[in-house]
């Protein structure tokens, strides 16, 4: 469900725009700089902030090393090991009954996890709406990932907590769709995450080697083991391209395993650079023509837009929603497994740099017109007005 910003504008209804509501953001972590769901909240709670509302985000320690400027409480879990892991808090607890009391929205981002539980009952005779955006939670692959820890919580409490929701929040048509068959019949707002669009210009890069890019965080879902066996049918076709997988690798397991993998297929030409941010991760996009993510699931996929919007085309897998890759020719949405991967990735890579850099300029167009940080956070801000003060129903809420 894509507006534009004329549509937005068109959308005020009988909203009252005056007011200023207090919104507190519910987040399980944003220590880490390269973690979609963090950089999401953090933008968002910005942009809303930007436009005249009271915004805070509540989530647990460690502090990122560069805090948000928006007012962040950061609050310890239990010391226990099982209840460390539910992120059992008290202290979090109290903090929303309190919030609760005297504030107007509390968007709640992910589940599985006390802190994204407790706003249910914190909200009980109050006036403080809630909303839920499960950020790729309830996704098939997702469920069956960990299934018996996330049986119990979904027994226990989870379930309940998601019908008691005053909205839920999709950000793709993807996701609403399996916030649907799992039977949720709530009011459903369908807004993408935004993007921050960089003035680099894809033109510009600095390395005659050709680069296929992989970057997300490292792990089984984002089907990297399928990317190294179709690296091997391509390395050596491709003898002018190298793979570069950037993604934390300290203290990963997986990433342990997908670099031991590498070694024992033989790869020659893959490099795995570890976490990068700021500058050095905008270096890596602007010096790749391809951009890769063979991913089994995936609600939005924050860096395929991160991709297109520095001008790279993009190859992705339909466990994403980007079947705008092929509509707008930006890119190539293929089925999942290692033959179509392999199958995608030659054409692409047997591309002139000049018709990538078309694609790349399609995409980044596309990127420029939806999914602008400032139309997003707008979009989002008429449904917390909305869910506060009534009036016309957004245009990005379904009920069906």
């Known amino acids: ?238 003898l002018d391209w190298r793979l570069r997988i950037v993604g934390p690798t300290m203290g990963n397991p997986y990433a342990r395993r997908v670099q031991r993998k590498a070694i024992d297929l033989g790869l020659k030409r893959v490099e795995f650079t570890g976490e990068l941010v700021g500058e050095a991760k905008t270096r890596v996009l602007r010096n790749a023509e391809i951009f890769v993510l063979p991913t089994h699931s995936e609600n939005f996929g924050i860096s395929v837009a991160e991709a297109l919007a520095h001008g790279i085309p993009a190859v992705v897998t339909k466990g994403a929603p980007w079947e705008v890759l092929n509509t707008t020719n930006s890119g190539w949405w293929i089925d999942h497994g290692i033959d179509p991967l392999v199958d995608a990735l030659s054409k692409a890579m047997s591309q002139p740099r000049e018709q990538l850099m078309e694609m790349g300029e399609a995409g980044r167009g596309w990127v420029e017109e939806h999914l602008d940080w400032a139309t997003i956070g707008e979009r989002m801000l008429m449904v917390y007005r909305w869910l506060r003060h009534g009036g016309d129903r957004p245009l990005d809420v379904v009920l069906d």
């Open 1 to 238: 469900m894509i507006h534009n910003q004329e549509q937005i504008q068109q959308e005020g209804g009988n909203h009252d725009h005056s007011q200023s509501l207090n919104i507190a953001q519910v987040v399980p972590r944003i220590d880490s700089p390269s973690s979609g769901l963090a950089e999401a909240v953090i933008r968002l709670s910005q942009v809303i902030e930007g436009r005249g509302q009271d915004v805070s985000i509540m989530t647990f320690r460690p502090k990122p090393r560069r805090l948000p400027s928006t007012a962040t409480r950061f609050f310890e879990s239990s010391s226990f090991p099982l209840a460390s892991r539910l992120g059992v808090s008290s202290d979090f607890k109290d903090a929303l009954h309190q919030f609760a009391r005297h504030g107007d929205i509390i968007h709640t981002n992910s589940l599985w996890v006390m802190p994204c539980i407790y706003p249910e009952k914190a909200v009980r005779d109050t006036d403080c709406a809630t909303i839920i955006s499960p950020h790729g939670t309830l996704s098939k692959w997702s469920l069956g990932w960990r299934k018996s820890r996330k049986s119990i919580i979904w027994r226990a409490r989870q379930r309940v907590v998601l019908e008691s929701a005053d909205c839920l929040h999709a950000t793709s048509e993807a996701e609403l769709k399996d916030i649907r068959s799992l039977g949720f019949t709530n009011p459903v707002a369908v807004i993408p995450n935004g993007i921050d669009i960089p003035t680099v210009d894809p033109a510009q890069r600095t390395t005659d080697t050709r680069t296929l890019v992989f970057l997300s965080r490292l792990h089984p879902v984002k089907g990297l083991e399928n990317l190294l066996q179709a690296w091997v049918k391509l390395e050596g076709k491709h």
